[in-house]
């Protein structure tokens, strides 16, 4: 050993050096360790022993740093640690942002899923469970740092073994042997633990400069002070809803594993429409957001601003920007917000300019719960007839309808049943406790990709039946998907799009939006437009807005 780091060795390294059984298989782990930080990827899908088939250029470059003798030495572990502990903390992040919202994790952006991960532990276990499963998160993180830097202790120790210097030279000619192969192509080499705390150090600047860019922008709109005589001419008398189905992704008619039910189903929707003098146009607009964080949707299509962030989202509700809910009250509609899902106060519902929001506690459902599902859509929407499509003389309504039956965990899948019969919920309790609870058709993947597709079923029957029941000349449902389910149901696709229907009576309206090019009926071609979802505000205001 060098002279000068004979002080700084610490009893883990010496520990190390031991020939015991234990000694070796604690440092096995740790080199072990060590290597998957450095190669694992970030997918826990693309985790397979193929993972592990690589030379990583930190192997050499962490080696290098760990021979520096003395105090600078310790001083370099630490931070070599923290960077470790970092980086694993970030793959572990990433990994389950990936399985729920098909992204990397986002320091920057993501921040605020820890508050909303303490609500919904709270409403799960309880506030004392959620306290404590919080700090073993917090222990968890702090263990991977503590982890960190007794692996490179002894990675350090068994480095040591023999003379620094000639430790270093072997070091540095790794690095050029790995830097030829890098140059030559060899698939097998590289740097994969850099360019990941790299990716993460480059968004955490892009989505700063990103906010400021937005806040910049977001009060700027041609409709601002638009006067409301000038708004929707093409509608007036008529009650617009714009119904926003859970997790109605484009998967639903592309995927193996649906499209042979829901474009039949889709089919079957036309007909039932038509039969009741009803037509449909369909077409696809693509999400801010996926598997999850429904409200960046709602966001996204109602302000016309892209809001992929809870940042944006933020910064969109203390904007003056005017919502599309804003601009039908300013013309003169009732607006309204059935929102099944909101059981607690919801300041943000001020931006959107709702006359009034009728939340869980409102639409005054008796019956069980479908697990997460408060109510199902059947019964959000005959509340939603009985308090406000009153017959007789009344002011027409707008309403952003927020259904959630084709929420996960997608059991029991409900069953529509007679209008009549809907009463104060308790109706449903059957169905409510028909099937396995979550912790057991999850063990399937099978069924709940069978539950999933029987819950879009059920959604589409029921706003067809709607709308047959109780619509009339003077009906409009816009009705669109929030988002793609989560990946898990989606085989992981990178698509991002949704379907967005149109329905109507009144010849009048489809005449208005004629240049949208969309599909007739209720299952959109392949090759429907696509539009961008902060799209929509914008192009009904011009489809509407002309005079009748």
Do not use: C
């Not at 360019?195 to 910049?216: C, G, I, K, Y």
């Not at 007036?236 to 926003?244: C, E, Y």
């Not at 149109?502 to 007739?520: C, E, G, R, S």
């Amino acid at each position: 050993m060098h002279p000068t780091d004979s002080h700084t060795r610490t009893t883990t390294e010496t520990a190390a050096t031991s020939r015991t059984p234990w000694q070796i298989a604690l440092t096995v782990l740790a080199l072990a360790f060590l290597f998957a930080a450095f190669v694992v990827p970030n997918r826990l899908s693309w985790v397979t022993p193929l993972s592990f088939a690589y030379l990583p250029l930190e192997v050499f470059v962490f080696g290098l740093l760990l021979v520096v003798p003395g105090r600078s030495g310790l001083i370099i572990r630490w931070l070599a640690a923290l960077l470790l502990g970092a980086g694993v903390i970030f793959r572990i992040g990433d990994m389950s942002a990936f399985m729920v919202f098909a992204r990397p994790f986002n320091p920057v952006l993501d921040t605020y899923l820890l508050a909303d991960g303490f609500h919904l532990l709270t409403t799960s276990i309880g506030w004392i469970g959620a306290v404590v499963v919080s700090i073993l998160l917090a222990a968890l993180a702090v263990a991977i740092i503590l982890l960190s830097w007794f692996a490179l202790g002894r990675a350090r120790a068994l480095l040591l073994l023999a003379p620094p210097r000639r430790v270093g030279v072997v070091l540095l000619a790794g690095v050029v042997l790995w830097t030829g192969l890098f140059f030559a192509g060899v698939p097998r080499v590289s740097r994969y633990f850099y360019d990941q705390l790299a990716m993460h150090v480059a968004n955490t600047r892009t989505s700063l400069a990103e906010l400021r860019s937005f806040r910049e922008v977001v009060n700027i709109d041609a409709y601002a002070n638009v006067p409301g005589e000038s708004l929707f001419g093409a509608l007036r008398g008529k009650d617009v809803l714009v119904v926003f189905v859970e997790s109605y992704g484009r998967i639903v008619i592309d995927s193996d594993h649906y499209a042979p039910f829901i474009r039949p189903a889709l089919q079957q929707a036309t007909a039932a429409l038509e039969s009741q003098g009803f037509e449909a146009r369909s077409g696809f607009l693509t999400s801010p957001t996926v598997g999850g964080i429904s409200w960046l949707a709602h966001g996204t299509a109602l302000s016309g601003m892209w809001i992929d962030s809870q940042i944006r989202y933020d910064s969109l509700m203390i904007s003056e920007r005017p919502s599309l809910v804003r601009l039908f009250n300013r013309a003169g509609w009732r607006t309204l917000g059935i929102m099944p899902a909101i059981t607690m106060a919801w300041p943000e519902g001020q931006y959107f300019g709702y006359d009034h929001v009728y939340d869980s506690r409102e639409l005054a459902y008796q019956g069980k719960p479908f697990n997460y599902v408060t109510m199902p859509d059947q019964f959000t929407l005959s509340q939603f007839q009985k308090l406000e499509r009153t017959p007789g003389p009344r002011t027409p309504v707008m309403a952003e309808i927020a259904l959630i039956s084709s929420h996960a965990p997608w059991t029991p899948v409900p069953e529509l049943i007679d209008w009549r019969a809907v009463r104060d919920g308790s109706e449903f309790n059957e169905q409510a406790t028909s099937d396995d609870p979550p912790e057991v058709v999850w063990q399937d993947r099978q069924r709940v990709l069978d539950h999933y597709r029987g819950t879009v079923e059920y959604v589409v029957q029921t706003l067809v039946s709607f709308a047959t029941t109780f619509g009339d000349e003077n009906l409009v449902m816009l009705i669109l998907g929030d988002h793609q389910p989560m990946p898990y149901v989606t085989d992981e696709t990178e698509n991002r799009d949704v379907l967005v229907h149109l329905i109507a009576k009144d010849p009048a309206v489809f005449a208005a939006m004629a240049d949208w090019q969309w599909t007739a009926g209720m299952l959109p071609a392949d090759d429907a437009p696509v539009w961008r979802m902060d799209e929509v505000r914008d192009k009904f205001i011009e489809a509407f807005s002309a005079p009748r």
